[in-house]
T-cell receptor, first 113, second 116 residues
Framework: AQSVTQPDIHITVSEGASLELRCNYS??????LFWYVQSPGQGLQLLLKYFSGDTLVQGIKGFEAEFKRSQSSFNLRKPSVHWSDAAEYFC???????????FGTGTRLLVSP | NAGVTQTPKFRVLKTGQSMTLLCAQD?????MYWYRQDPGMGLRLIHYSVGEGTTAKGEVPDGYNVSRLKKQNFLLGLESAAPSQTSVYFC???????????????FGPGTRLTVL
């Protein structure tokens, strides 16, 4: 079945350490790819997106993501995590290009002192 | 510019009661969406609208109805609430797909609904 997978439900990272959140998708063609962040009690905010071109995309708040076609992955990274990055992160895809999103189940990031 | 707003923020219903959730956007967006968010399941699309007077079913439409009488508003209705509809509901909006352009969705703050 076509889907978006975020294999890590929770991740704990020490403040200042690097971060990588995983996302895999199972659609035949390369879909439009997104990462959203949701702070507690808030709506979703777009971090970055990939449509085509350079496979390393930069986003807001110091985040970046790399698209790997061979692995059907779109992993989110940050070189140095801040306590304010603690939130839930969602990977999403638009398989059709008609602006209908399919979300992964999310990864909750905890940042330890 | 308020962006996407949702009313109410919280609501508790009894099984069988009805209610309407209101989403409003002031960005002149054509597309509007209703999602529900459940623990461990991410967000799932309930219904969406590609313009005033139009609606379409998403992934999980059963038990919900929607209306888009005005471009800026998108209403989500529960005619007979069930405990399975306990969830956090998010509204989003976007411009319609442009020529060669893709337009991101902007999300509201959510409505937390509990059905007892």
């Amino acid at each position: 079945a076509q889907s978006v997978t975020q294999p890590d439900i929770h991740i704990t990272v020490s403040e200042g350490a690097s971060l990588e959140l995983r996302c895999n998708y199972s659609y035949g063609a390369t879909p439009y790819l997104f990462w959203y962040v949701q702070s507690p009690g808030q709506g979703l905010q777009l971090l970055l997106k990939y449509f085509s071109g350079d496979t390393l995309v930069q986003g807001i708040k110091g985040f970046e993501a790399e698209f790997k076609r061979s692995q059907s992955s779109f992993n989110l990274r940050k070189p140095s995590v801040h306590w304010s990055d603690a939130a839930e992160y969602f990977c999403a895809v638009d398989p059709s290009g008609f602006q209908k999103l399919v979300f992964g189940t999310g990864t909750r990031l905890l940042v330890s002192p | 510019n308020a962006g996407v707003t949702q009313t109410p923020k919280f609501r508790v219903l009894k099984t069988g009661q009805s209610m309407t959730l209101l989403c409003a956007q002031d960005m002149n967006h054509e597309y509007m969406y209703w999602y529900r968010q459940d623990p461990g399941m991410g967000l799932r699309l309930i219904h969406y609208s590609v313009g005033e007077g139009t609606t379409a079913k998403g992934e999980v439409p059963d038990g919900y109805n929607v209306s888009r009488l005005k471009k800026q508003n998108f209403l989500l209705g529960l005619e007979s609430a069930a405990p399975s509809q306990t969830s956090v509901y998010f509204c989003a909006s976007s411009y319609l797909p442009g020529q060669g352009a893709y337009n991101e969705q902007f999300f509201g703050p959510g409505t937390r609904l509990t059905v007892l």
